[in-house]
């Protein structure tokens, strides 16, 4: 027993420093030397260049062409009791949500809803009456492509401010 604990002890000691000097790297070489060494292929592959926000040729739906560039907000906003009115996107396919004016920026892009019960629920309040319907929303914002998009967490139909006789 005590011939095996020293040879394994021999054998750990002898062969920690072959370990930790194949570990490093060599004192003159570069990072990107010892990128290139490591890496299949070498540096061929071109890293992937970062997306410019609002650069495609073409304008986003629900922008007049010509119209400032309007900031794109970030992925996991929260959007809290905003007011505004649902629309058709251009092609029909999908509903936005235009903003009220905030009175600061007054800049707000519409976002796109995604579909979800608070959605449809929305689209049959809209639908019963005869006028454009003011809703109060909150959610969370995500992004894809330079849009925006909200999924609905709560809606409330805010009510008409006039007064019937």
Do not use: H
Not at 78 to 85: C, E, I, K, N, S
């Amino acid at each position: 027993m005590r011939k095996t604990i020293i040879l394994a002890t021999t054998v750990l000691l002898t062969g920690l420093p072959l370990l930790a000097q194949t570990a490093t790297t060599r004192p003159s070489e570069s990072a990107g030397a010892a990128l290139d060494r490591m890496l299949p292929g070498g540096s061929t592959a071109k890293p992937l260049a970062p997306a410019a926000v609002g650069s495609g040729a073409t304008t986003r739906p629900g922008i007049a062409p010509g119209a400032p560039a309007a900031s794109v907000m970030r992925e996991g906003t929260l959007l809290v009791d905003r007011t505004g009115r649902i629309v058709r996107t251009p092609d029909g396919s999908q509903v936005e949500f235009v903003f009220d004016a905030d009175g600061i920026a007054l800049k707000d892009t519409p976002v796109i809803i995604l579909p979800n019960l608070k959605l449809l629920a929305m689209e049959q309040a809209a639908a019963g009456v005869n006028r454009d319907l003011r809703f109060r929303i909150t959610g969370m914002v995500t992004e894809y492509r330079s849009r925006n998009y909200v999924l609905l967490d709560k809606v409330v139909v805010v009510p008409d401010n006039k007064e019937r006789f």
